[in-house]
């Protein structure tokens, strides 16, 4: 499929997984309007985001920012142990506390994937363990001490993440035009967007467009457009924006069709949102 859609939904303010299996992890293009950190604890496994594919191996984390487009594809038949953490980002912006959101904030400087220093480690997968271990807890305080781990554990990632800012380059690979034209296009999604007109504009072939932008982002050149519109308008439309003017700035000409994507999208109305 080329289809890229959102997917999974956080109902409360964050969510811890841990998952050790050999299935097939070659998921489709997807996206969440949550924060998502990846850490891998045993094989390895390669993400695809945003235009950069990253080659993930035992300790690192890879920090997927909301409504970043990934998709993940497991390195053979390996068993790939990792832990999940899915957070929504108005409960680190609640704390009123920069520290808390800084590992998913999105700047050039900041690298998506971070490799820890072997000393480190402990610091930062002893406070996950703890959370896992509330999580499945009844104590009375269980979901108290469960925050308060969290909290831990961002405090101590960010003070990782700014000790060391370089990522691994061996685990990265990018194509600078790609990224051009994802810049283009994000700053553009008004205007009329078209393989054959980023094609012209970027002077190489429809062809060769569709099948290096597939590689370099998991999905077609068209549902990345319908995916980064359909974000735009999300975010205008859960701050109070009215919902016509919202899917209009987004690069929506029809309404009907904005309302049946976005219900695909999201599984509700805008109404809904708003």
Not at 121 to 139: G, H, I, P, T
Not at 193 to 210: D, G
Request: with cysteine; net charge neutral.
């Amino acid at each position: 499929m080329n289809e890229s859609v959102s997917r999974g939904y956080l109902h409360e303010n964050y969510r811890l997984f841990h998952s050790t299996d050999k299935r097939d992890a070659d998921f489709d293009a997807h996206s969440h309007d949550f924060h998502k950190m990846v850490f891998c604890l045993q094989g390895g496994v390669t993400y695809i985001m945003e235009g950069n594919s990253y080659a993930l191996q035992p300790w690192d984390i890879l920090l997927i920012p909301e409504h970043q487009i990934h998709r993940s594809i497991l390195h053979g038949d390996t068993v790939y142990e990792r832990m999940i953490l899915w957070v929504q980002d108005s409960y680190l912006k609640s704390f009123g506390e920069e520290t808390l959101w800084f590992p998913f904030s999105q700047r050039p400087d900041k690298p998506a994937l971070y490799r820890p220093a072997p000393h480190r480690r402990a610091l930062l997968v002893d406070k996950l363990v703890e959370m896992e271990r509330c999580q499945k807890a009844a104590f009375p305080g269980h979901g108290l001490m469960q925050d308060t781990y969290l909290l831990q554990f961002l405090v101590e990632l960010a003070s990782q993440l700014r000790r060391n800012q370089e990522m691994p380059q061996s685990a990265v690979r990018t194509d600078p035009k790609i990224h051009e034209i994802l810049g283009h296009i994000n700053q553009n999604l008004k205007e009329t967007l078209t393989v054959e007109s980023l094609a012209r504009q970027f002077f190489i072939s429809p062809s060769h467009l569709m099948h290096s932008f597939k590689a370099h982002t998991g999905c077609s050149v068209h549902q990345y457009i319908l995916q980064k519109r359909l974000t735009h308008a999300f975010e205008h439309i859960r701050a109070g924006e009215g919902v016509g003017n919202a899917a209009l700035q987004a690069g929506f000409g029809d309404y009907s069709a904005f309302l049946k994507a976005f219900r695909k999208q999201y599984g509700c109305s805008p109404r809904e949102i708003k």
